[in-house]
């Protein structure tokens, strides 16, 4: 015959009570975390979106030309902003809705923001 104990039930009551709000906790904690994933994600995504683009594709250069290129140790970002190809006197402009320009001196696609050893202001 089974005995009415009610400080059992409750023991019981609350135990599960504690159990459900720990699998509550734990699962608002991992949500929390995609959340957070997520949104790294869309700011790594706006960072790339709104950065500078790459122009270092070299494909159809010939490594004699890759080799002119690394010569004028050309880089995609100027350190200084004064010192970037879309102000410099051997820029060529973009094709109509480029991105990349060209150099002059050198063979291959030019960032307008990047650089190199030859910089001569316009
Ligand atoms: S010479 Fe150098 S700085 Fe000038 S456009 Fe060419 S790569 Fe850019």
Do not use: H
Request: net charge negative.
């Amino acid at each position: 015959m089974a005995v009415y104990d009610p400080l059992r039930r409750l023991f019981l009551r609350r135990a599960a009570l504690t159990g459900a709000g720990t699998v509550l906790l734990l699962a608002g904690c991992g949500r929390g975390d995609q959340q957070t994933a997520g949104q790294t994600g869309q700011a790594a995504g706006s960072a790339v979106a709104e950065g500078p683009r790459p122009c270092d594709d070299l494909t159809g250069l010939t490594p004699a030309q890759i080799q002119v290129r690394e010569a004028f140790e050309y880089v995609e970002l100027a350190e200084d902003p004064a010192l970037a190809c879309e102000v410099c006197e051997f820029w060529k402009e973009p094709a109509a809705g480029r991105y990349c320009g060209g150099c002059t001196l050198f063979a291959g696609p030019v960032n307008p923001q990047g650089s190199c050893n030859s910089f001569s202001e316009a």
